[in-house]
Structures are given as C-alpha cells and as structure tokens.
C-alpha cells in the first residue's frame, strides 16, 4: 500500500513537472494497476466485513436457540427426575412388579441417553466453537444448511423425547390407578375377615346358647325359638356376609383382570420405548455422521480458505514485484528522459517565442502578399484590358474583312431552283422538261423556250433532285451571320407552284429552309452559351393587297403599321407586331402552327390566298458577350413572296386585278430596291411598298440577301420560267456596277417589260433599258473579281 502510495505520488510528481500533451505510458501503467489493487483489496475488505457480520448474526441467533433447547432440556429433567421419584415411591408401596422392572430398565435407559445428551451438547458447542475460529470461510451458506439439518435433528430428538414423557406420564396414572384398586381389595379383604370373625363369633356365641338352653327345656323351647328365630337372621347376615364375600371375590378377579391388562399397556409402551430408543438411536447416528461431514466441509473450506490467501498473497506479491520492476524501469526511464525533456523544453520555450512573434510576421507577410497579389491583379487587369482592346479590335476587323468578302461577294446573291416534274405538269410532251443544266458549271442553266435555248447564268443553281438539306448548306451561312448581328433577307420568288413554299416550308418529314434555319441558330448560339447570352424570337406577318397582318396576334385581320422609331435612330418597327419567344424546336412548331391556323382561318381558299400573299418569318437574335458586354441585334427575314405569274395581263378584273396588281408593284418594288441598293443609289425607294419598307433595315447597309428564284421546268410554264430567270439574273448583274451614276438614271423594269424583254422573243411592250450586263459579261466580271481578291 506504501508503494502504492508513493506510485501515486511519483505519478503526480511527473504530471506537473511535465507538459500534459507528453505522458509517459509506463508510469501510467504503474499507476493505474497499483490503482487497480487497491480498489482490489478495499472491496475484499469489504466482503469481509459483510460476512463477519453476517456471521455474528447467525451466531446470536443460534445462541437464543440454545439457551431455549437448554431450558428445554432442563425442564426434562426436572420432570423425569420427579417422574423417578414417584415410581420409586410407587415401588416401595406396591412391591415389585415385571412391569416394574421394565419401568426400571427404562428409566435407566433414559438417564443414559441424557448422559449422551449432554456429551452431544458438549460436542455442538465445540462445533460452534470451530465454527467461530472459520469466520473467513467462504462456505458458510453449506454451514448454514448443515445448521438448519442440526436443527431439524435436534427438533426431533425433543419431540420423540415429549413423547416419552406422555408415555411416562401415561405409565404414572396407570400404576397410581393400580394402587388404588388394590389399596381397595385389601380394605375389602380386611372387611371380609372382620365380618367373618364377628359371624364366627356370633356363631359360637349362638351355639352356646343353643347348648344352655336344651339344658333347660321349657326355657329352651322359648329359647330355640329365640334361638330358630336368632338363628334364622344369623343365617341371612351369614347369607350376605357370603354374597357380600363372593362380590369381593369377583371384585378382585376383575381387578386381577384390569392389572392384567395394564400389564399388557406397560409392555405395549416397553415395546414403544424400545422403537422410540432405536429412533432416537438413528437420529444419534445421523447426527453424527451430518457433525462428520460438516467437520469434514469445514476442514476443507479452511484448506480452500488458507490456499486462496496463500494464492491472493503470492500473486499480490507477484504483482508488487512487477510494481517495483515497473517502478525502477520508470525511475531509469525518468533519468534517460530528463535530457530529452530538457532540450523539448528549450524547444518548446523556442516555439513558443515563435509563436509569440508570429502573428506580427504573419501581418508583414500577409501585407507584402496583398501588396503582391494587387501588383499582379493589376498586371492581369492591364493585360486584360490590352486583351480586350485587341479583341474589339480584331472583332471589328473581322467584321470588316466579313463585310469586304461579302461585299466582294456580293451583298445580294441569287439563286435558282428548279421543282421536279409533277403530276400537275400533265403527261405527254408537256410533260417534258424544259431546263437542262451544265454539266461543269453549277451556276448556268438552260431554258428551252419556244425552240430556242436561253442560257442563264446565276450564283448557284439546284437541280430537281437537289434535296432540302443541299439547298440549306448553302444558305447556312447566311443564317449564322445573323447571329454575329447581321440582318439577313431570304426571298423564295417564283411563279404559283415553283416551289416557292416548299422550300421556305418543306413539309413535315422533309422541313425547309424556315425551320431549318432556326434550328440551326438554336445549335448556334448553345455551342456558344460559354460566353454569349441570346434570345430568339419571332413574328409571323402576312401582306396581302398592301396591307401587313400580324398573323400570331390575337387579332389577325388588323393591318399594322409601319413606323419609325420615335428615339431618331431611323430605325422602323411595327406597333402591334407580336413577337414570341422560342427556346426550342418544339416552340417553332406551335408558333408555326399558330400563324398557320390564323392565316387559313382568315381566308376561303388557302392555296390561292397564300399564292397572292407574301409571308414574313421574321426571327430576331439578340447577343451579350459576357466578358465585353458587347450587344448584338441581327434579323433574319424568311420570305414566301406572292407568285410572280402575270395575271393582270389576262385581262382579270375586280378583285383578281386588284391583288394582281398589287404584287406586281411590289415585286417590282423589291427589285428596284435591290437594283438601287446593288447599283448604290442614292436614294432607295423603300417606301414604294409595304414589303420594301417593312425589310428597310433588313436590305440597307451591309445586310445580307438571297433571292431564291424557283421555276417549274415544264413546257407549259416555259414563259413564266423565263420571266423568274430574267428578274434572277438582271437582280444578280447589278452587281459592282461601275456605272453607279447612270444606273441611278434607269428603274427596274415591270414584270411586264421582263416578260417582253424576252430574247428572240417579238417585242410586246417597251423594250427594257437593260441596265444588266450581258450574262457573259457578268460572269467575266466576277472571275475577274474572284481571281483579284
Ligand atoms: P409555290 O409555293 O411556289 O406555289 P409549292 O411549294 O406549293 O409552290 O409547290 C408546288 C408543288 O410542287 C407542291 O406539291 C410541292 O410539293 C412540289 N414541289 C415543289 N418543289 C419541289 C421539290 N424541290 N421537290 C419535290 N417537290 C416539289
Ligand atoms: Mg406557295
């Protein structure tokens, strides 16, 4: 325990002397097994003393119970020893008797089994004694229980011992009851010989009589007489005397007879005794043999006792030697460490100083860092900015190489696409068509017309088969360029049924250039989502007989205006137009159909209303470039125009001339639009129809336009075609025109004049001024352009 202590106090010795971060594990073991024992031994301590008490309360118990089994006992005695007394008193008045020697025999018996009693009393005191010199014993529950057995045991001993003083008791009455009876014979006997005596002694006396009187006979005639009658009453008292005599005598062969029979009681209760003493006998034994056992358990419990101690001890002694080793090789241990903790406390007063001084080095290097990281944001910013500069400024110069190629190019571009033979065209030499292409040159085609071949030669010409998506690559770039802020026109211009629709349309399955387009800028502007925020939207506007409806408004029959914008940027805009928002494909295809149903519920007959009707797809793409904040706004302009046919030269009339004629001012106002802008007039006559003034913005300045010119290659339609080439090529040879100045002089001619401008064809009409180079001149023209640039 004093090792134990001083462990303890090394241990807290180490932990102030030491920083807490740096226990040293042996110590810690030392200190928590010496702990361990401790609280080890205080519990066994404890134990103990829980059983001493235990064990003190048992034995008082067993002493109360002793010194009542005394009393007990004592009160036998007492009792056995006056039973004694009274037999013996008994004996010396009635004299012995078999049943008295029995009673005698018995009586002795019982005094030896109180002898033995005593010595067995003797022997449960030394047991008891035994029992208190094992306190520690661990077995004291199988004491008990050997304790409890004792107890039974002794418990029966005194019942077979109540027993054999009733039965004594029994034995007492019935000899005190034989003595009266014989008490009483003798006093009968006694009575018996008096009343003999006197009857004899009367007898004699009577006899005597007898013989004075027959002395004297007169006197002893009265005196027999006397002496008859005397003797007559002699003779009854003797005759009672002798019944009283033979009732004694029965009263003492009954007596005889009751002694018998308590003879028979006294040796029923011998026989009694005998079994009670062998009982007592067996109880004796068991006594013993349970006394044996427990002497036997007791000496093992000590033996178990004195090796668990003997083993507690060693391994106590065990553990404090490996302390004592724990506790030397911790003291070694210290002496080793103390220089180790010497130079960690050096160490730990020099951090500590570093510590103490970090913050401050920390602030410098924190503000020379800042300092750093500004220079360097501000180099970054500087050359962003010089990035910037060069990018605006490369943008721009794109642009301008853009504009100059395009321009070199041509601003407005035409191209030809001839619709394959159909059903409508008929059977037969009808039939047949009437265009053939050249086979090295995609741009030049022929037209059969009245037995003589004319040649046209445009920008690009499609053949029948040429498919949807041919023709759309083609235009593709057009489209794009919108998204870079360009505004761009695509006119489909032709005859009804050339295939005008079909290819701004397309069908279903099969879409034109119309959806194409948008799903092409959709594609667009997602692959540049990194860097540019756009919006598209849409209006669908229909201008028919002049008059410009909104056919995705609420209400479509409403003619809108055009006006210009009230801010005097110049730009025009139309009150009224609704424009939607589209996302998606799926959002194209309900604003389709929407303007769709509105155009077909606005008319009677949709083929022939679309046919003299321009239809508008106006999408708008708006950008931001999020590094520069730059905006773009580019239009792209999808246009169905109205077929080109001559009507109004039939002789039509009302309303058929009127719609005839309203397109032919306005065809013929797009293409003096186009040739003044080509030819770079001065003044452009937008506004000599509402189409031209709608498209203002759409085709000035370095807008972008493509004429689609569509033609049907069948026999029949051979003067229309002809008609459509000339508008296509006279549009495409205003190009570059050196001659701006007199180009300014001469107009565009009516489809009229186009029709009697025809070659070879007799002259019906006024003959065209032909502003236009010859087809062969243009195209030497624009090789030449194409090969110098
Ligand atoms: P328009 O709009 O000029 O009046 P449409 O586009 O309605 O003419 O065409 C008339 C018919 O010719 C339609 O049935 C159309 O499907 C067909 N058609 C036009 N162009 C082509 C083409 N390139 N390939 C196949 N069919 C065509
Ligand atoms: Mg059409």
Redesign the pocket.
Known sequence: MSLDKAGGRFCSGKRTSLPAQRPFPVIQKVVASMAHLQEEKLRLQEELLALQDKLAARESEEIAVSIQLRGQVENLKANLREQAQEIGRLRSELGGTDAEKHRDLLVAENERLRQEMKAREGELRELRRQQAACRDCTHLQENAGLQERLCQLQREAEEARAKLAELELEVQQKTNRLAEVELRLKDSLAERAQEEERLSRRLRDSQETIASLRAQPQQIKYIIKTVEVESAKAKQTLCESQSRNQYLQEQVGMQRQVLKEMEQQLQSSQKTAAQLRAQIAMYESELERAHGQMLEEMQVMEDEKNRAIEEAFSRAQVEMKAVHENLAGVRTNLLTLQPALRTLTHDYNSLKRQVRDFPLLLQETLRSARAEIGQAIEEVNSTNRELLRKYRRELQLRKKCHNELVRLKGNIRVFG?V??I?K?DGEGPEAVSAVTFDADDDAVLHLLHKGKQVSFELDKVFP?Q?SQEEVFQEVQALVTSCIDGYNVCIF?Y??????????MEG?STNPGINQRALQLLFSEVRSKAADWDYAISVSVAEIYNEALRDLLGKEPQEKLEIKLCPDGSGQLYVPGLTEFSVQSVEDINKVFEFGHVNRVTECTNLNEH??RSHALLIVTVRGLDRSTGLRTTGKLNLV?LA?SERVGRSGAEGSRLREAQYINRSLSALGDVIYALRSRQGHVPFRNSKLTYLLQDSLSGDSKTLMMV?VSPAEKNSSETLCSLKFAERVRSVELGPVSRKAELVSWPSQEQLEGDLPGSSSRGHASPSPGLPSGRSTSIRRKLQTSA
Do not use: H, V
């Open positions: 696409r619709r394959p159909t409508e029948p040429a489909a032709g005859q009804t049924g050339a295939g005008k629709t079909y290819t069908t679309s046919s169905d077929g569509q």
